[in-house]
């Protein structure tokens, strides 16, 4: 069954700690996003990778890091200089030429 | 990373009425724009797209206008339904590159 693959669907953090978010694809696709979205609210650009081994800061970046290292996985890391890291993460892919494809989301929540 | 604190403009139609969402880009140098709709706690899915050289392009009971003299995007929807009920979302691209930006987005209510 072809898709994009988000885990897990809810995430509990203890301030100060690092935490990452999976996001893996089956579908081939070169390019891969992540997006925040806070509620009520639209989508905010973290990272995207137009390819293996390489990504680009989104609008923001900050407290966030990426890893490009297979086509099929762009994995998120919310580090703890994230200050508000709460918030609902999605993840993309597409073929970098027409429309993404979203995952179902992680909801993260900081205890 | 902060939240702005700007909430999504809201849209309430009548089961049956047409509905027009609105969107305005900012980057001169987008040539391909989609539509999405989001309902609650899910991923935005893909409902119609249109390339800069085209200003109008239909789907099933979904039309989208492009008017890139005053960087503009709606989407109408026809007859509308309560399944339509959702938050939808607009974004540009430059062909030129991956990188894909969202608007603010619309929450459409449908009343039966």
């Known amino acids: 069954d072809g898709g994009i693959t988000q885990s897990p669907k809810y995430l509990f953090r203890k301030e100060g700690q690092n935490v990452t978010l999976s996001c893996e694809q089956n579908?081939?696709?070169?390019?891969m996003y992540w997006y925040r979205q806070d509620p009520g609210q639209g989508l905010r650009l973290i990272y995207y990778?137009?390819?293996?081994?390489?990504?680009q800061k989104g609008d923001i970046a900050e407290g966030y890091s990426v890893s490009r290292e297979k086509k099929e996985s762009f994995p998120l890391t919310v580090t703890s200089a994230q200050k508000n890291p709460t918030a609902f993460y999605l993840c993309?892919?597409?073929?970098?030429?027409?429309?993404?494809?979203f995952g179902q989301g992680t909801r993260l929540t900081v205890v | 990373g902060e939240s702005v604190g700007l909430h999504l403009p809201t849209l309430s139609v009548q089961e049956g009425d047409n509905s027009i969402i609105n969107c305005a880009y900012s980057?001169?140098?987008?040539?391909?724009f989609i539509w999405y709709k989001q309902e609650s706690g899910k991923g935005p899915q893909f409902i119609i797209d249109?390339?800069?050289?085209?200003d109008k392009r239909q789907g099933q009971r979904v039309t989208v206008l492009l008017n890139k003299t005053v960087k503009h995007l709606s989407l109408q929807i026809a007859a509308t339904q309560p399944g339509d009920s959702a938050v939808y979302f607009c974004?540009?691209?430059?062909?030129?590159?991956?990188?894909?930006?969202f608007g603010e987005g619309t929450q459409l209510t449908v009343n039966p």
């Open positions: 249109i390339r800069s050289n085209m």
């Open positions: 974004a540009e691209k430059s062909t030129s590159g991956s990188r894909l930006t």
């Open positions: 579908l081939n696709h070169d390019a």
């Open positions: 980057n001169s140098a987008s040539d391909y």
């Open positions: 993309a892919s597409g073929t970098g030429l027409t429309e993404a494809f």
């Open positions: 990778s137009q390819i293996v081994n390489d990504f």
